[in-house]
């Protein structure tokens, strides 16, 4: 970070919106935008060139997402600061993000102060959080340890997921159908649910289970 104004980039595949967040900025007089992408090849190329303080990037984008590009700035160009500005906040988007690299994550309803601030704490080396992020990692936190299924449980939900009935179930897998059901009580003991459809989708809410 040098005496002067924060150098920054605008990552955004929507002209509207990139457009947007450069206006916004425009009057602070701490900030210096060198720079706008709207994919995460053309950023990298940006950061090559300008080295800024901090780059500013969506998650969704063409050609490289926001995901791929923080991880490419974190290990090409550690000097520059990836703060996520986004509209996405699920569990899955930010726990992305924040392994990926980004020191911050905000959704495009900040204010211009917000965003300014957050830019200015990222540069200093500070988690930047959106409250409602915030508190949806605080909420995750505090859930209880999550029980792993074990590889036949994973194989009853899939085909669960499938839509096979108990006894087709049990012809694909070679198991009685007595067995299919127990794995099956198991499953919703482990996932507090009490139907088949449920299980589907809280395990897949979870991370428990990955569906093509």
């Known amino acids: 970070m040098t005496g002067g104004p924060l150098r920054i980039i605008v990552v955004d595949d929507h002209t509207v919106m990139r457009a947007g967040v450069v206006a916004l900025l425009a009057s602070e007089t701490g900030i210096e935008i060198v720079g706008e992408a709207g994919d995460g090849r053309a950023a990298l190329?940006?950061?090559?060139?300008?080295?800024?303080?901090?780059?500013l990037v969506d998650l969704r984008m063409p050609v490289l997402d926001g995901v791929?590009?923080?991880?490419?700035?974190?290990?090409?160009?550690?000097?520059?600061?990836?703060?996520?500005?986004?509209?996405?906040?699920t569990d899955a988007e930010i726990e992305r993000a924040v392994?990926?690299?980004?020191?911050?994550?905000?959704?495009?309803?900040?204010?211009?102060?917000?965003?300014?601030?957050?830019?200015?704490?990222?540069?200093?080396?500070?988690?930047?959080?959106?409250?409602?992020?915030?508190?949806?990692?605080?909420?995750?936190?505090?859930?209880?340890?999550?029980i792993p299924l074990t590889a036949r449980e994973a194989d009853v939900l899939n085909a669960v997921a499938d839509g096979l009935t108990n006894a087709e179930i049990g012809r694909r897998l070679v198991i009685a159908e007595a067995t299919v059901k127990t794995h099956l009580l198991r499953l919703f003991a482990k996932l507090d649910v009490n139907d088949r459809t449920r299980a589907v989708v809280v395990a897949m809410e979870r991370g428990l289970l990955h569906r093509p």
């Open 45 to 55: 190329g940006l950061v090559e060139r300008h080295e800024p303080d901090v780059a």
């Open 68 to 89: 791929a590009t923080t991880t490419e700035i974190v290990a090409r160009f550690p000097r520059t600061r990836v703060l996520i500005l986004t509209t996405y906040d």
């Open 99 to 146: 392994e990926a690299g980004a020191i911050g994550y905000l959704l495009k309803d900040t204010t211009r102060e917000q965003l300014a601030d957050a830019i200015h704490a990222a540069a200093r080396g500070e988690t930047v959080l959106a409250p409602r992020v915030a508190e949806r990692l605080v909420a995750r936190m505090r859930q209880p340890a999550q």
